[in-house]
């Protein structure tokens, strides 16, 4: 097949995956007016016309979807050929473009990125946090964090670890406000809650309560859209909270958070990974997905056994008992 032929196949079908003659030349380098002779070109070579297209739409004619259909697999065989002897010639380079929730999330992922880049210095990360849901295909994403599974179709899903929420507060509010010991006692403390920062909306304290997570309210005496900001006002004594082993983790070990009410922690969401096709991935993806579940799934340094947590809260107990 020519490389001019070739190529007017290839813009063909990144016009129909971005909906935009115009979008398809910038993603390819050249110019509109060369992306759409390059179409026209195709269409005059097959005898056939491909798009319906006006100034400001296009879509595709029957015998423009068969021949779609009909081209991707070789296209897609063509990119994983491409990209393999790239990486053979270039080690793994390029842009990695990655989207995560905001919310306590820059801590784990900036160790990751710098261990890979340290061992890539031709990788180009391209980061996006934000705690609202994206279209993984618009955003034309490479690896994707979210807390939750991703619902979007076409998206590979795999957990990471669980999302622990744990009631917690810093020795110096329980030594002026008291430890409490059941979940009712919690309506009569200082408590933070959290305002989803896309949605304005308060969410709730998850529970387990007879097995079972249950979402409860309580009086606020904080309110924070910041994760960051809240657990400062936890760790300064100002009020008690329920925070993500995400964010608590390390305060607990330290012993500058105690974790409170065992029995009711809750794990409703797990971290979750997701990236599109297993076949079409390009090298950095590929190592970087693996670099991922290497030091993120399941890890022990995030997520607190039930014996550190006991040894925390108990350890506390201990000393408020004696006095000392």
Known sequence: MPINELRSISMFAKAVELGSI??????????AQAATQAIAMLEKHLGVRLLHRTTRSLALTEEGQQFLEDAQPALATLERA????RAGKEGI????????PKSSFAGIL????DAFCQAHPEVRPDVALDDGIGDWVLDRVDVGFRIGASAQDGVISRRLFPIQLIVCAAPEYLARYGIPTTIEELSTHRCSVFRH???GKVLPWYLT????????????????NDTELELQAVLSGQVIGQVANLSAA??????????LLLSQLSTPFALHLYYGSRQALPVRVRAFLDLTLEKLRDTPELVLSEQELATAHDKFSQICLHGQ
């Open 197 to 199: 920062p896309v949605s």
């Open 110 to 113: 900036m160790p990751l990125l």
């Open 82 to 85: 491409v990209n393999t002897a």
């Open 209 to 224: 309560v007879d097995g079972k997570v249950e979402q409860r309210h309580f009086p606020p005496a904080f309110y924070s």
């Open 93 to 100: 380079a390029g842009p990695l473009r990655i989207v995560g």
């Open 250 to 259: 390390p305060h607990i070990r330290s012993g500058r958070l105690i974790p």
């Open 22 to 31: 115009r979008k398809a030349a910038q993603a390819q380098g050249v110019s």
